[in-house]
């Protein structure tokens, strides 16, 4: 018999946090190409686009935590499994489709050509299997990888009680047995890509899944669980300090580090964000803070949408970036920053207010109007 869970609000604030982080990323880029690596504008735009590298697997840690929480208590029939890929594929499914023809179609109308169709339809069909129709759908694949992965997953969580009670420890075991492998014998170009890169995050997420209600009766216990906090809070930051620095040192041609050294602080600094994100929302949940509760709800209902969208401002706002002067430049990145996430705002509420079947475009989402002046 499946076990009430509640509605849990605080995952819309931690989408909100994570969907910063992903425009943090991806507006920064420009001003690490665009200054000086001696420069104190370097070493800002660095930080940003080093330290902000949590967004996407932020996403995916929480993707794994909602299936679970929601899945694991209930009963496994043919018919759950068939709702669940209904629901979960059609609303990821046909959105990563529409926006991987658009951004090939884009990309070819601006960098390239429609002279050899054939040629294109081949490099298309390729770039779709692989995520790489556009340079941020590689999420939406890695995910589409992962319901399709679940079930097997979800049984082996209510079958072997150890694979839940040590999952943490399991992900991380696997992801790095991944990245050894791959880096020996298989040899796959497209890491980034491959659902088991996230290993780590996914297994995170099915812990707290699983363990929701004595996770939260831990945090609850203050004398028990702020030495943890605390200790989380200064992990966190000295992995920001470490991978932030490495990036630094290697952009400015101080260091070289090894690519299993950039794998771990990488990916020690990404998991480490989704256990403080996932903290931070539910201290937001606890406190009386309407107006923020509002807003980061909102953001986190247009997430999915805002970041399938978001890479059309910024590649528009780099069409017209001025040069010479580097105030002109260094305020034309704030301005860019702005413009994406606002104009992506803008985009996907407009479509789920006024579009039907908007899910085609931007998956599943909500109205703020309501019908009949209710």
């Known amino acids: 018999m499946a076990l009430p869970r509640k509605h849990l609000s605080g995952i819309q604030y931690a989408r909100a946090l994570a969907l910063f982080a992903v425009f943090a990323v991806h507006s920064s880029s420009t001003g690490v190409g665009g200054s000086g690596k001696d420069s104190l504008a370097f070493a800002f735009y660095n930080f940003f686009n080093i330290a902000g590298k949590i967004g996407t697997t932020t996403f995916i840690f929480l993707s794994s935590f909602i299936l679970f929480y929601t899945y694991y208590h ?19 499914l046909v959105p990563y489709l529409v926006f991987s023809v658009f951004y090939f179609w884009l990309n070819t109308y601006l960098f390239g050509s429609f002279s050899d169709i054939p040629l294109l339809f081949e490099t298309f069909m390729a770039k779709l299997a692989t995520g790489k129709a556009g340079y941020h759908l590689y999420f939406v694949f890695v995910s589409v990888q992962f319901y399709l992965m679940f079930p097997v997953l979800l049984f082996l969580f209510k079958k072997f009680r150890w694979i839940r009670k040590y999952s943490i420890f399991l992900g991380i075991a696997l992801q790095w047995a991944w990245v050894y492998l791959n880096s020996i014998y298989f040899q796959v170009p497209a890491k980034g890509s491959m659902a088991f890169s996230y290993f780590m995050f996914y297994f995170f997420g099915a812990f707290l899944g699983v363990y929701y209600e004595n996770v939260m009766a831990w945090l609850a216990d203050r004398r028990r669980s702020l030495p943890g906090i605390a200790l989380l809070g200064a992990s966190f930051a000295a992995m920001i300090y470490y991978y932030v620095n490495m990036m630094y040192e290697m952009r400015t041609g101080q260091t070289v580090f090894t690519t299993r050294q950039i794998e771990f602080a990488w990916s020690t600094h990404a998991l480490l964000a989704c256990a403080v994100i996932f903290l931070a929302a539910h201290f937001i949940d606890s406190k009386k803070l309407p107006t923020i509760k509002k807003i980061l709800a909102e953001l986190g209902t247009v997430s999915f949408g805002m970041y399938l969208i978001h890479p059309v401002f910024l590649m ?38 006024f579009l039907p079947f908007s899910w085609v475009i931007f998956g599943k989402g909500n109205k703020l109007l309501k019908p009949n002046g209710q």
């Open 74 to 92: 209930r009963d496994l029939t043919i018919k759950l499994f068939l709702q669940f890929y209904k629901k979960r594929l059609l609303y990821i």
């Open 316 to 353: 528009g706002m780099r069409g017209f970036l001025p040069s010479g002067d580097p105030l002109i430049f260094h305020s034309w990145q704030a301005l860019s920053f702005l413009v994406a996430f606002f104009g992506s705002w803008f985009i996907v509420r407009t479509v789920f207010e």
